[in-house]
């Protein structure tokens, strides 16, 4: 993996400039303690989003532009215990003919990057991060929202770099 500098990954997370905060006291109220958390420090890093609730789960939308990506949607999926998973949907749409080689493509980075899952669904390409957390721990919500940015951050910096990969299989004449 390429060592992106902190500057530049501190103007990557500074281009969270699409989307709005939608939240009202009734979602702050209904919200799970670790999305709370999270909210919090989102907001304290002036960070947009869209807060939705979903059956069993808490979800969070953010949208960052990129140098590489002209838009990359994070939407973080959290549940009452603290799991939380990232997606990136859409990051790139992939055609039939194109199917074989960028499947081969996407196992080669779920090889390199162990972390993070290169999928297709309904011919676009998402990325998922499963983030580990022991919930027992004490001290929990104080260190939560910090590892889930630095997480997010890690995500966003993969899909920088796989990103020409993968566009350059898809683009690749036989």
């Known amino acids: 993996m390429t060592a992106i500098s902190k500057g530049e ?10 989307g709005e905060n939608n939240m ?3 979602d702050k109220n209904n919200m799970y303690e670790a ?37 990359v949607e994070i939407l973080l999926v959290i549940s ?12 790139a749409n992939v055609n039939e003919e194109k199917l074989t080689e960028t499947l081969k493509a996407l196992n080669k980075l779920n090889a390199d990057y162990r972390y993070v899952r290169f999928y297709v669904e309904n011919n676009t390409i998402t990325v998922k991060t499963d ?15 910090d590892y889930i940015v630095s997480m997010i951050d890690m995500h966003i910096g993969v899909i ?15």
């Open 80 to 91: 009452e215990d603290f799991d939380c998973t990232i997606y990136s949907p859409n990051i």
């Open 9 to 18: 990954r501190e103007f990557i997370m500074n281009q969270n400039e699409v």
């Open 131 to 145: 983030i580990l957390v022991l919930s027992d721990s004490t001290d929990i919500a104080d260190t939560y929202a």
């Open 35 to 71: 999305t709370q958390c999270i909210v919090k420090k989102f907001d304290e890093l002036e960070f947009k989003y869209e807060y939705d609730k979903c059956d069993d789960a808490d979800t969070l939308t953010l949208r960052f532009n990129t140098d590489t990506i002209p838009l």
């Open 160 to 174: 920088e770099e796989a990103y020409p990969k993968i566009m350059e299989t898809i683009w690749k004449t036989n």
């Open 24 to 26: 009202n006291e009734a």
